[in-house]
């Protein structure tokens, strides 16, 4: 496994304090003002700047700072479909689970959402409490399309109200959800923190077979000749281009991508997600 964030070093002389640190969480020294974010202790609330500003802020101050994972769910139903070892949707959960797992272990705050209008985010949360919040939702998510899907455009639109700069994203999505994303969102996501994207594969769709592959669509039968070199162009044109064009844009903006298929081990990225931030 992946190594994690190293734990806050002590003062070399001991003593009941804390050693300063140069980021900001909970401790007895003010350090700084910034706007509320869902998840954050309301005792904490700045009540002359929310005044002022007329936007709710909490203080912060000088202690080792609980740094945020946020797990973005893209719920697109292509993810709702697989044809060895498990459904895209399932291993999307998967990965999720085991970034929730990652923050515990790495002393983070964790939190989760997906593109609805509706529902809100899993509220930012330490210790198993907030890991086992995260997995309800996932499993919640990714047993059925939800009805109210509002694109990942939408989520990261959230995601961006949520995040603080040090934060670590996880964006769990279907390569063909890329393209609607509009393209600034994704350096601005970038610059808070490290930002990895998993974009979910099954295996028929990167290499199907050269050969009639039978579909069934309700009572209809239908059946696709993959051995025809037009086909086998429209199939890549509809599975395989989507993915090589989404690798491309996501690392020209300075995010960590890449393709997890349904049949890989389940924390076959972690290494990609662990590693820090370069300075």
Excluded at 129 to 135: A, D, H, K, P, Y
């Amino acid at each position: 496994m992946a190594a994690g964030r190293r734990p806050a070093r002590h003062g070399s002389h001991g003593g009941s304090g804390q050693a300063p640190s140069t980021l900001r969480g909970r401790g007895m020294e003010y350090a700084e003002s910034r706007e509320y974010a869902p998840g954050d202790d309301a005792r904490h609330i700045d009540w002359r700047l929310t005044a002022r500003s007329g936007r709710a802020h909490t203080k912060l101050y000088q202690a080792e700072r609980e740094r945020l994972t946020l797990v973005v769910a893209d719920t697109a139903p292509a993810l709702y479909f697989g044809t060895r070892v498990r459904f895209k949707s399932v291993q999307a959960a998967r990965a999720g689970a085991i970034a929730a797992w990652a923050a515990l272990r790495d002393g983070d705050r964790v939190a989760a959402l997906r593109g609805s209008h509706a529902e809100a985010p899993v509220p930012p949360c330490a210790g198993p409490r907030g890991v086992l919040r995260v997995l309800d939702a996932l499993v919640r998510w990714y047993a059925a399309p939800p009805a109210d899907d509002a694109g990942l455009d939408t989520a990261l639109d959230h995601a961006g109200r949520l995040l603080r700069p040090g934060s670590r994203l996880l964006v769990l999505a279907d390569p063909s959800s890329i393209a609607a994303v509009a393209p600034q969102r994704w350096p601005a996501l970038a610059m808070r923190g490290v930002a990895t994207v998993l974009l979910l594969t099954d295996p028929l769709e990167r290499d199907p077979p050269r050969a009639p592959l039978p579909f069934q669509q309700g009572r209809q039968r239908l059946e696709l000749d993959l051995g025809m070199a037009a086909q086998r162009r429209r199939w890549r044109d509809a599975f395989e281009a989507p993915l090589e064009d989404a690798l491309a844009l996501l690392a020209g903006r300075g995010l960590r991508a890449r393709a997890l298929s349904a049949d890989d081990a389940s924390d076959a990225w972690l290494r990609l997600f662990a590693a820090r931030a370069s300075a």
